[in-house]
């Protein structure tokens, strides 16, 4: 399987500032997810796309977020205005159809740091 | 909901020495198993899992998991651990309904000792 990249790998930003976090390449995959990771924390689900529409999100996954796929093989979590708390690590991962125990893909991830 | 337990934090093992890591697991329904690993500045990888059949599952690296639905476990061995096997080591479940979101422990790091 080729690899997941993300990018940037290490984002600063301000607090109330918008990011977009990208999963670059991406193909011949139809099922995504993004994933968390707070410092010190489990890796916790924050949403799932498949057909170019979210699939399933978590209570985390408020309106501050949103994905996309702008381009048939980018796939972006942006979170609008970022707070302290959204400081973390976050995961892209393609993988298969749901229930089948399928393996997940991951990318090395991107350390967002909101101050 | 499922939930995940890594009780050990933190895992300091002499080179060759075995090594298990502990998983326990709550679920109100069936799941899937896995271990993922995560080697400095990557990204999570799959090391084994466990679907159904023999609850004996052997993965990548030498690791080997063994399933034990009345203690509600699945613990992760190895027999002999490398330098090479210093990472976080994270333990997950998913549904076997139609949830595709992965369950994730808070992991283990696994330092190995010279």
């Known amino acids: 399987e080729p690899e997941v990249t993300q990018t940037p790998s290490h984002q600063v930003t301000q607090m109330g500032q918008e990011v977009i976090l990208r999963c670059v390449p991406i193909?011949?995959?139809?099922?995504f997810y993004w994933y968390r990771q707070i410092l010190g924390q489990k890796v916790e689900f924050l949403v799932s796309f498949y057909n170019n529409e979210i699939s399933e999100k978590s209570e985390i996954f408020d309106d501050q977020f949103s994905v996309e796929r702008p381009d048939g093989s980018n796939f972006t979590l942006k979170i609008r205005s970022t707070k302290l708390e959204d400081s973390a690590m976050y995961f892209c991962a393609k993988g298969g159809p749901p229930g089948g125990g399928n393996e997940q893909f991951f990318g090395p991830g991107t350390r967002l740091t909101v101050l | 909901a499922q939930s995940v337990t890594q009780l050990d934090s933190q895992v300091p093992v002499f080179e060759e020495a075995p090594v298990e890591l502990r998983c326990n697991y709550s679920s109100s329904v069936s799941v899937y198993l896995f271990w993922y690993v995560q080697y400095p500045n990557q990204g999570l990888q799959l090391l084994l899992k466990y679907l159904s059949g023999s609850t004996l599952v052997k993965g990548i690296n030498g690791f080997e998991a063994e399933f034990n639905k009345s203690q509600t476990s699945f613990h992760l061995r190895k027999p002999s651990v490398h330098i090479s096997d210093t990472a976080e080591y994270f333990c997950a479940v998913t549904s076997r309904n139609r949830d595709d979101k992965i369950i994730f422990g808070k992991g283990t790091r696994l330092h190995i000792l010279p």
């Open positions: 193909s011949n995959h139809l099922y």
